[in-house]
């Protein structure tokens, strides 16, 4: 899907954004499987999470990401007078850190169609698209038994609806609690970001 993208790239170096506004597992699960790694596909390609940012100045998936020793950057809207002039600042962080591709990992804000037009961005979500959009998804389908799973899409500027790239159904087990089955949507969200971008890429695994 994105196999385009990697054509053109300076020294064959693809450099990642990843947004997030939480706990940030995802974003962890996407560094150590990606970050630093080279992949194989036409030619060989060597990912780099450039740079990674949040909305919220106490989100723990800024310690993470420190851990982790890749950059990251808090901005807060609040401190944008208007939402145009944070998206504006989103962007110019991303194109200074040169990022080729924007992954959306647990960040709670809809990004704009000026952002779309800058940076090809993915999201993960808790549920089998398109059941349970939005937020509460994990809650919602495990409550209703159905549309459970976890979906991985290309961000378009409605809440949840873009192409799927990767799906995968995950039912409760019975009697299975909700923190129970939530950790094991996780788990299996962590293994299905970094496989599901691969595949869009038309990459496979080298180191
Ligand atoms: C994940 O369940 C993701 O699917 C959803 O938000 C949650 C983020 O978790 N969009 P984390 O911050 O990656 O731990």
Redesign the pocket.
């Known amino acids: 899907m994105f196999e385009n993208l990697l054509e053109n790239l300076p020294a064959s170096l693809l450099r990642l954004g990843i947004l997030?506004?939480?706990?940030?597992?995802?974003?962890?699960?996407l560094i150590e499987s990606l970050h630093q790694r080279t992949f194989l596909g036409k030619k060989p390609i060597i990912i780099e999470v450039a740079l990674c940012l949040t909305n919220k100045s106490k989100a723990p998936?800024i310690a993470r990401a420190q851990k982790l020793g890749v950059p990251c950057v808090v901005l807060e809207p609040a401190n944008y007078a208007q939402t145009s002039d944070f998206e504006r600042a989103l962007i110019e962080h991303l194109s200074l850190a040169r990022c080729h591709l924007v992954l959306?990992?647990?960040?709670?804000r809809l990004v704009s169609p000026l952002f779309l037009e800058h940076f090809p961005t993915l999201?993960?979500?808790?549920s089998m698209l398109p059941h349970f959009k939005g937020k509460d998804?994990?809650r919602a389908s495990f409550e209703a038994k159905e549309g459970t799973g976890?979906s991985v899409h290309v961000v378009t500027p409605q809440l949840d609806s873009g192409p799927i790239i990767a799906q995968q159904a995950l039912n409760p087990k019975p009697q299975e609690s909700l923190e129970s089955f939530t950790q094991r949507?996780?788990a299996l969200?962590h293994q299905l970001y970094p496989k599901a971008l691969l595949q869009a890429l038309g990459l496979e695994r080298f180191t």
Not at 104 to 108: E, I, R, S, T, W
């Open positions: 997030f506004s939480g706990q940030g597992s995802n974003m962890q699960a998936g959306l990992a647990g960040y709670m999201n993960i979500h808790p998804a994990l976890v949507i996780h969200e």
